[in-house]
């Protein structure tokens, strides 16, 4: 990993929650945090204490940043957005204004942008799609022609349509029930919108799943895949090693490397999908120091 | 002001008692992001064997009540990168170093600590960590620290690689029968200290799948969860040198420390150096702050030197 990565600046602000409201399945949060907002990059990400300083809950949960607003009325703001999936990110979703939450970002490589204006497509699967929207104006300042596409199990699981139409050139969705948009998938609609936008990259949030077929969708189609994985973190700093998973370096070896430091974002192609079944990953035989007989 | 200085054995004085703990810390630049690790009195880097190592494949957590299971399965790079990058980095920064060194063998360990002596960056070493009690290897078995005799072999080797002025610390599991057995077998063989504890083999098992929730099956526990097994450890060995059943050795206490008021029951229980470690995952600027903490209490209470504090719960 590059000196740069590590050096990079961090803060950790006990946040005033100033806003907090439901998006069809998800909470959406706007809290105080003008460190974080200062610095970050769309694709980093934010790392939030469950439960206040006596907690019994101990592991911070990481959120991919949906907005920051450096300059906002309250000072910088810090926009995520929260699916409650068990009792610590159920915590998050109930705090009310004026509440507090500890917050550690910006954490994470950012999306890293094209220096020329080529075609991008922006592919979120549910609320995968919440840090695409300020990616696509950064795309479009550029000079890029952005589109985007929305997937997701059913219509109250899809984030951000309505700001998908103002951020971009043209928005596809599509649900599993065809509740909203196509139904189908997000592989089902992506060949075409690359093929006929001539897209040069294809930026992903979501499941592991849908990152692995927007890598081979891209790669037939002569595209690059950037992907945002989510990876369970028990620090989100770097520190606990739980977050790895097998990624091929410049190198052509494989190594399992830390999501939260030297990810979120991966080329796609560098990520070994050979390795992921059923919620594990496996060290592959061929990466460094991979077990041998008898395992670790 | 309290004098929180501590010797800790090597004629080296370290400016106060607070340490990461191996492995909740990795090798330092991620944390100096949030505060000057040169503050602590010595930085304990992650355990590392002789070659690179890739650790065991995914989930390798899982959330506990207070605590958490790892299954890392020692991920590292190896002690070759480990003196020509990591250390060097640490020295750079004007850190106290107390690198934690593991092994599969006995002359493993050796090898480390030999590699290490050699290396360009020994003089920011203030001593060794020997991690005789990570469960998170292949075979249960081979946890040298559930066993005198193999702990005494490994710690002996180590001894002999390195300095008579750089201490050498067996960190132990609490997973022992009688973990003064293990004490007595590790300081006859010459550790001139002690560190417990190490985490607690643990299981989850995940009921959405109806299987073990991490990919290695078992993990360590560690956090506030345990530290009354680490104040228990630390009193039941520092009794057996009170009563003369152990040679008097430093014991740095390692478990479970959230604030300073834990930091300060490990020492009132025979600690002289405390490490924390599982709440850096929480607030990553911990050490500093426990630090802080068991300063301003030791002032409260009206201690001079931090050191007039250690063991003394015993005999009351």
Known sequence: ?296 | MVDLSVDLGGGRRLPNPLMTASGCAANGRELHRFFDVAELGAFVTKSVMADPRSGRGTPRMAETPSGMLNSIGLQGPGIDVFVDEDLPWLQSVGARVLPSIAGSSSTEYAHVAATLRASRAFDAVVGVEVNISCPNVANRGLVFACDPMASAKVIALVREQLPRDIPVFAKLSPDVTDITAIAAACVKAGADGLTMINTLLGMVIDTDRMRPQLGGVTGGLSGPGIRPVAVRAIWQVRQAMFDGRIPTVPIIGVGGVRTGRDALELVAAGASAIQVGTVVFNDPSAPVRVLRELCELLESKGYAHFTDAVAVAHGR
């Open chain 1, 1 to 296: 990993m590059s000196e740069a990565t590590l050096r990079a600046r961090v803060a950790q602000e006990v946040a005033e929650v100033i806003a907090t409201r439901r998006v069809g399945a998800y909470q959406h949060l706007t809290v105080v945090a003008p460190g974080v907002a200062e610095l970050a990059r769309p694709g980093q990400f934010v790392a939030l204490a469950v439960g206040g300083e006596t907690s019994g809950t101990l592991l911070r949960r990481s959120f991919s940043i949906h907005k920051v607003s450096p300059s906002g009325t309250y000072g910088g703001t810090v926009e995520i957005v929260v699916s409650a999936v068990g009792s610590g990110t159920q915590w998050i979703v109930d705090r009310a204004p004026h509440d507090t939450i500890d917050v550690v970002g910006p954490l994470g490589k950012a999306f890293p942008l094209p220096t020329d204006p080529v075609a991008c497509v922006l592919v979120g699967g549910g609320y995968g799609s919440a840090p695409l929207f300020w990616l696509a104006r950064d795309l479009r300042e550029r000079g890029c022609h952005v589109e985007m596409v929305l997937g997701a199990a059913s219509e109250d699981r899809l984030f951000g349509v309505v700001e998908a139409r103002r951020s971009s050139d043209g928005v596809t969705v599509t649900t599993d029930d065809g509740s909203a948009g196509q139904q189908g998938w997000v592989s089902d609609v992506l060949p075409e919108i690359i093929t006929r936008t001539k897209a040069g990259v294809v930026y992903g949030c979501g499941p592991m799943g849908m990152l692995h077929s927007i890598t081979q969708v891209a790669e037939a189609h002569g595209a690059v895949a950037q992907v945002a994985v989510e990876e369970s973190m028990a620090c989100g700093v770097g520190v606990c090693m739980t977050c790895v998973m097998p990624v091929v370096g410049a190198d052509g070896t494989t190594r399992m490397v830390r999501s939260c430091v030297e990810g979120p974002v991966f080329r796609g192609d560098r990520v070994r999908w050979d390795a992921f079944d059923g919620g594990h990953a496996r060290v592959p035989d061929d990466a460094v120091g991979a077990p041998k007989v008898g395992g670790h």
